[in-house]
């Protein structure tokens, strides 16, 4: 392409346009899956996404090329949110908060693989392949491994489904036990308590039940074989509240102020995220090197994440992430251009770090503060508000000193402020403890062998 003879307007779509596509799929992908189901929608675009790579390592032309990037921010939808949903479902809580921050930073990875590939060779193509052969290996293993998420079939009432799939993840692991054994144990072992972590059911009447073996029909529990629990007043009650609907989150005055609170959140981190991108080609050295360095404190900021949310919890995580980043905004707006360069790197870096930390909880924080019927929504809706957020941040790098970062230091602060009023859907040491005691019983099933009922 030769873009010496394009506008710059023209030239500026070809990355902007990625955010256009990323924002407006927000508002359509994440609904989708939650009605329809994760699976599907997340490998029909990972399919699309081959053809996507493959036509851009062919175009020659700004406009298809334009038109791809488009397609690309609308798969990253696909990839980041409701494959990052699905990925969260198949593990309980505890594990939530150790396997969320790993993907995030493997998230990072392409971007070091990238910048070292670029860096060696000059050549955008190697990049290009990598990434389309990564891609099909990816399609190919989830076309023969991949199943529907287990919870989500689980929180639509699709029992029978959900322990098919137990099962086969059961045979995949090589766990022994018929299909009805295995979902019994996975269910309560694993779903059942976190379920009930999100619905404050009780989780010693679930498991004195799952040891009974009677009939073959369903109950409210899942497919336990003709199990009649007489149910408390309090399971009474809230059989009359009513299944969480994307309605919900603006009638429901819980979910609607937790929802305003992330929006806040994810406008805020993508906008501190791409600002600091920007503002690299700024510094002074060798860009490649700059890049380097800020993947690396992107990678070490996620996974630093894990131990702040299984010790502390996702507030402590947000008051830690967001006062980091505002130290180093502060310290870039107070000190614009220092007179040793190094410092405004390493302000830079302490600022990308608490971004990345924060990163982590604006996507856990929607797993943790939502049921499982609307959580794809929520998201999508946060991703929407995210992205157009962040095709600001390419115009306000152009602003002179200090406003970028000032505009970012408010961003921050107000952040940082909003998190104090988020509500849990339970208390977190209680969420701690249901996990605590799934992984008990899971120990135990795996120690005592299956159980065959009495």
Same mark, same amino acid.
Request: charged share 15%; with cysteine; glycine share 6%.
């Given at each position: &392409?030769?873009?010496?003879?394009?506008?710059?307007?023209?030239?500026?779509?070809?990355?902007?346009?990625?955010?256009?596509?990323?924002?407006?799929?927000?508002?359509?992908?994440?609904?989708?899956?939650?009605?329809? @189901?994760?699976?599907?929608?997340?490998? /029909?675009?990972?399919?699309?996404?081959?053809?996507?790579?493959?036509?851009?390592?062919?175009?020659?032309?700004?406009?298809?090329?334009?038109?791809?990037?488009?397609?690309?921010?609308?798969?990253?939808?696909?990839?980041?949110?409701?494959?990052?949903? &699905?990925?969260? $479902?198949?593990?309980?809580?505890?594990?939530?908060?150790?396997?969320?921050?790993?993907?995030?930073?493997?998230?990072?990875?392409?971007?070091?693989?990238?910048?070292?590939?670029?860096?060696?060779?000059?050549?955008?193509?190697?990049?290009?392949?990598?990434?389309?052969?990564?891609?099909?290996?990816?399609?190919?293993?989830?076309?023969?491994?991949?199943?529907?998420?287990?919870?989500?079939?689980?929180?639509? @009432?699709?029992?029978?489904?959900?322990?098919?799939?137990?099962?086969?993840?059961?045979?995949?692991?090589?766990?022994?036990?018929?299909?009805?054994?295995?979902?019994?144990?996975?269910?309560?072992?694993?779903?059942?308590?976190?379920?009930?972590?999100?619905? /404050?059911?009780?989780? $010693?009447?679930?498991?004195?039940?799952?040891?009974?073996?009677?009939?073959?029909?369903?109950?409210?529990?899942?497919?336990?074989?003709?199990?009649?629990?007489?149910?408390?007043?309090?399971?009474?009650?809230?059989?009359?509240?009513?299944?969480?609907?994307?309605? &919900?989150?603006?009638?429901?005055?819980?979910?609607?102020?937790?929802?305003?609170?992330?929006?806040?959140?994810?406008?805020?981190?993508?906008?501190?995220?791409?600002?600091?991108?920007?503002?690299?080609?700024?510094?002074?050295?060798?860009?490649?090197?700059?890049?380097?360095?800020?993947?690396?404190?992107?990678?070490?900021?996620?996974? /630093?994440?894990?131990?702040?949310?299984?010790?502390?919890?996702?507030?402590?995580?947000?008051?830690?992430?967001?006062?980091?980043?505002?130290?180093?905004?502060?310290?870039?707006?107070?000190?614009?251009?220092? $007179?040793?360069?190094?410092?405004?790197?390493?302000?830079?870096?302490?600022?990308?770090?608490?971004?990345?930390?924060?990163?982590?909880?604006?996507?856990?924080?929607?797993?943790?503060?939502?049921?499982?019927?609307?959580?794809?929504?929520?998201?999508?809706?946060?991703?929407?508000?995210?992205?157009?957020?962040?095709?600001?941040?390419?115009?306000?790098?152009?602003?002179?000193?200090?406003?970028?970062?000032?505009?970012?230091?408010?961003?921050?602060?107000?952040?940082?402020?909003?998190?104090?009023?988020?509500?849990?859907?339970?208390?977190?040491?209680?969420?701690?403890?249901?996990?605590? &005691?799934?992984?008990?019983?899971?120990?135990?099933?795996?120690?005592?062998?299956?159980?065959?009922?009495?």
């Amino acid at each position: &392409m030769d873009l010496a003879c394009k506008k710059d307007t023209t030239v500026a779509w070809i990355g902007s346009i990625i955010f256009l596509g990323w924002m407006l799929a927000s508002v359509v992908l994440p609904r989708l899956a939650d009605i329809f @189901g994760r699976k599907w929608i997340f490998v /029909s675009f990972m399919c699309l996404n081959l053809g996507v790579v493959t036509t851009l390592i062919f175009s020659h032309s700004i406009y298809l090329t334009m038109c791809m990037n488009f397609l690309v921010g609308t798969i990253a939808v696909a990839r980041w949110t409701v494959g990052y949903i &699905m990925l969260q $479902e198949f593990v309980p809580v505890r594990q939530k908060k150790v396997l969320g921050p790993i993907v995030n930073a493997s998230g990072a990875l392409p971007l070091l693989i990238g910048t070292l590939i670029a860096y060696s060779t000059r050549n955008v193509l190697y990049i290009q392949i990598t990434a389309l052969a990564i891609n099909l290996i990816g399609v190919v293993c989830c076309l023969l491994i991949l199943p529907e998420s287990p919870k989500y079939l689980y929180a639509m @009432g699709r029992y029978q489904e959900c322990r098919q799939i137990l099962s086969k993840i059961a045979r995949f692991n090589n766990h022994e036990g018929n299909g009805n054994t295995l979902f019994r144990e996975l269910t309560y072992s694993k779903f059942d308590v976190e379920v009930q972590a999100e619905e /404050s059911q009780h989780l $010693e009447e679930i498991h004195e039940a799952s040891t009974i073996d009677l009939g073959d029909r369903d109950t409210k529990y899942g497919a336990t074989r003709g199990l009649t629990v007489k149910p408390t007043e309090e399971e009474k009650e809230k059989e009359k509240e009513p299944e969480p609907t994307a309605g &919900m989150l603006c009638t429901d005055s819980t979910m609607r102020g937790n929802l305003i609170i992330m929006v806040l959140i994810w406008a805020t981190v993508a906008f501190a995220y791409f600002l600091i991108a920007f503002e690299l080609k700024y510094l002074k050295g060798n860009l490649y090197m700059n890049a380097l360095v800020a993947c690396v404190a992107e990678i070490i900021g996620k996974l /630093s994440a894990s131990p702040v949310l299984v010790k502390m919890g996702i507030k402590p995580l947000y008051f830690l992430a967001f006062g980091l980043a505002s130290l180093g905004a502060l310290f870039l707006t107070i000190f614009p251009n220092p $007179e040793i360069a190094a410092w405004t790197s390493a302000f830079i870096l302490v600022t990308r770090f608490g971004a990345s930390m924060a990163m982590v909880g604006a996507y856990l924080g929607i797993i943790l503060l939502f049921p499982t019927q609307v959580v794809s929504t929520a998201m999508g809706i946060c991703n929407f508000f995210g992205r157009l957020i962040a095709m600001l941040a390419p115009i306000i790098t152009e602003v002179p000193p200090p406003w970028p970062m000032l505009s970012l230091l408010m961003l921050l602060l107000l952040s940082l402020f909003a998190t104090l009023f988020l509500r849990t859907l339970k208390s977190e040491p209680e969420l701690a403890q249901n996990s605590s &005691m799934a992984e008990s019983t899971e120990k135990s099933s795996q120690s005592e062998g299956p159980r065959t009922g009495t």
